[in-house]
């Protein structure tokens, strides 16, 4: 059977955050575990949001290339 610890393991989370929370819920703090686990989930966000914007900045900079060069090659 899988454990919330090896599913905080799979999504990224720290061994050590991952035991912290584990040991939350099997003492019955399960509040206190879940608001642990949203904290980390906002954090993924975070990361997502940062990488989308850079993967955006490229796609901008790809555009451009492309214009450049259909501009360039339709002028000869």
Not at 25 to 45: I, P, T
Not at 59 to 72: F, S, W
Request: one cysteine or more.
């Amino acid at each position: 059977m899988e454990t919330v610890k090896s599913h905080l393991l799979d999504a990224g989370c720290p061994e050590q955050a991952a035991c912290a929370v584990e040991r939350l819920c099997s003492d019955g703090r399960l509040d206190d575990a879940l608001h642990q686990m949203k904290v980390f989930r906002c954090e993924l966000m975070e990361e997502l949001h940062q990488s989308q914007r850079k993967v955006d900045c490229l796609d901008h900079l790809i555009r451009q290339t492309e214009k450049e060069i259909k501009a360039t090659t339709e002028r000869r």
